[in-house]
């Protein structure tokens, strides 16, 4: 059993930063893989970006690459989103998730994210 809670999120004018992070606890969560993913008013819940269970491999959706950037601290059981040049349509709840690359088991609660001006 993995719980996830996801902390970091807030206003924000567009353009600006965020750092989202995802604290992580139960025995093997560092050997899963993590991700982000988010969803706006109204929308289904979109992949953000995920990163191996050591970090060596991340995937991005396109809509954030260059953007954005996924990283871990193991020794901290943590989960990191860097978030720049933030767009209104990043707006959403901001999920944390662990599992494997084509399966998440276990989501945190979200943490709401609101670009506008």
């Known amino acids: 059993q993995v719980q996830l809670v996801e902390s970091g999120g807030g206003p924000v004018q567009p353009g600006g930063s965020l750092r989202l992070s995802c604290a992580a606890s139960?025995?093997?969560?560092?050997?899963?893989?993590m991700a982000w993913f988010r969803q706006a008013p109204g929308k289904e819940r979109d992949f953000v970006a995920a990163?191996?269970?050591?970090?060596?491999?991340?995937n991005y959706a396109d809509s954030v690459r260059g953007r954005f950037t996924i990283s871990r601290d193991n020794a901290k059981n943590t989960m990191y989103l860097q978030m720049n040049s933030l767009k209104p349509e990043d707006t959403g709840v901001y999920y944390c998730?662990?599992?494997?690359?084509?399966?998440?088991?276990?989501w945190g609660q979200g943490t709401q994210v609101t670009v506008s001006s």
């Open positions: 998730a662990s599992g494997s690359f084509t399966r998440y088991d276990y």
């Open positions: 139960g025995r093997t969560a560092n050997r899963y893989a």
């Open positions: 990163t191996s269970w050591n970090g060596g491999t991340t």
